[in-house]
Nanobody, 126 residues
Framework: QVQLVESGGGSVQTGGSLRLSCAAS????????MTWFRQAPGNEREGVAA??????DYADSVKGRFTVSRDNAKNTVYLQMNSLKPEDTAMYYC?????????????????????WGQGTQVTVSS
């Protein structure tokens, strides 16, 4: 059974840092897109950062502040978030495009993803 479990959320002040983790099970995550999304109340879910075997991609709003990485031995993807702002407050989800043969094109568009974690809340106070 393919499963994603996020952790690491919490409450921080503006300028603080958090590291989110997404533990994958039931498949080898390194062969697939692993992407972080976030959703604030009243907003649509937006793509934040993606990682695949060939590289990474970031939303403009987080470039230079967030870093996505993976530990293949732990089958886990991380999102290091620095210089946090109140507008980063949201529920953060990790997701993958799970299909035969792996996934190599990782758009920051939620409709492309078919496996999701339950989310972890990040709150940034001013």
């Amino acid at each position: 059974q393919v499963q994603l479990v996020e952790s690491g959320g919490g409450s921080v002040q503006t300028g603080g840092s958090l590291r989110l983790s997404c533990a994958a099970s039931g498949y080898t995550a390194s062969n697939y897109c692993m992407t972080w999304f976030r959703q604030a109340p009243g907003n649509e879910r937006e793509g934040v950062a993606a990682i695949w075997r060939g590289g990474t991609d970031y939303a403009d709003s987080v470039k230079g502040r967030f870093t996505v990485s993976r530990d293949n031995a732990k089958n886990t993807v991380y999102l290091q978030m620095n210089s946090l702002k109140p507008e980063d407050t949201a529920m953060y989800y990790c997701a993958t495009i799970y299909r035969a043969g792996g996934s190599w094109f990782c758009p920051l568009v939620q409709s492309r993803y078919n496996v999701w974690g339950q989310g972890t809340q990040v709150t940034v106070s001013s």
